[in-house]
């Protein structure tokens, strides 16, 4: 049972446009919910992340719109620039029984997304 | 801040061969870490978490025998893929919680070759 779902598989966007990513989830226990941004060879890196308690948060180009009724949340980057080109994966996670330290991270399929010129 | 250093990126080896595979927290001590796999194309998968002192958590259809973790101590994790096949070919990837609002520090990953 996939957990967290994420769409599109693959996006491509001119440059200078807003590329869209949605991710849903099922389990109300999650509580923590970031962006993650993976060029080929190379580990994720945290883009931006939200909490529950706030609906939008924005950081520079990136914006995560979040929506807790629906369980939806959602990553905008405004004017994409080809250098934005890379695997972008939506997460979350919750506390775990075992208190802090112990939660893990479950991952949608992540969004190929290529920024044309 | 807050960066995991792993060794190394890529390898290549021989069936049957054993590779380790290290992570080390650089500036912060990881009580844990998680040990993920991603093949092309995909998303990372959780094969199993460590907790420094105590044996790995090891996700359901992941061999604990052939993966074998270590946690020995807040700065160092390291997995084993033993008597390694083929099949066992893929990226292998680190994380730590950094202790900053839910922050997760992955590693650059690990490229395993098995001919």
């Known amino acids: 049972q996939q957990q967290v779902k994420q769409s599109p598989q693959s996006l491509i966007v001119q440059k200078g446009g807003i590329s869209i990513i949605n991710c849903a989830y099922e389990?109300?226990?999650?509580?923590?919910f970031p962006w993650y941004q993976q060029f080929p060879g190379k580990g994720p890196a945290l883009l931006i992340a939200?909490?529950?308690?706030?609906s939008e948060k924005k950081e520079g180009r990136f914006t995560i719109s979040f929506n807790k009724s629906a369980k939806q949340f959602s990553l905008h980057i405004m004017d994409s620039q080809p250098g934005d080109s890379a695997t972008y994966f939506c997460?979350?996670?919750?506390?775990?029984?075992?208190?802090?330290?112990?939660?893990?991270?479950?991952f949608g399929k992540g969004t190929k997304l290529s920024v044309i010129p | 801040g807050a960066v995991v250093s792993q060794h190394p990126s890529w390898v290549i080896c021989k069936s049957g061969t054993s590779v380790k595979i290290e992570c080390r927290s650089l500036?912060?001590?990881?009580?844990?870490m998680f040990w993920y796999r991603q093949f092309p194309k995909q998303s990372l998968m959780l094969m199993a978490t460590?907790?420094?002192?105590?044996?790995?958590?090891?996700e359901q259809g992941v061999e604990k025998d052939k993966f074998l973790i270590n946690h020995a101590s807040l700065t160092l994790s390291t997995l084993t893929v033993t008597s390694a096949h083929p099949e066992d070919s893929s990226f292998y990837i680190c994380?730590?919680?950094?202790?900053?609002?839910?922050?997760?520090?992955f590693g650059s990953g690990t490229r395993l070759t098995v001919v």
């Open positions: 994380s730590a919680p950094s202790g900053r609002s839910y922050g997760y520090t």
């Open positions: 389990n109300t226990a999650f509580d923590y």
């Open positions: 939200i909490r529950p308690d706030v």
């Open positions: 997460a979350a996670s919750n506390r775990g029984d075992s208190g802090a330290g112990s939660y893990q991270l479950t």
């Open positions: 500036d912060f001590q990881a009580t844990t």
């Open positions: 460590s907790n420094e002192g105590s044996k790995a958590t090891y």
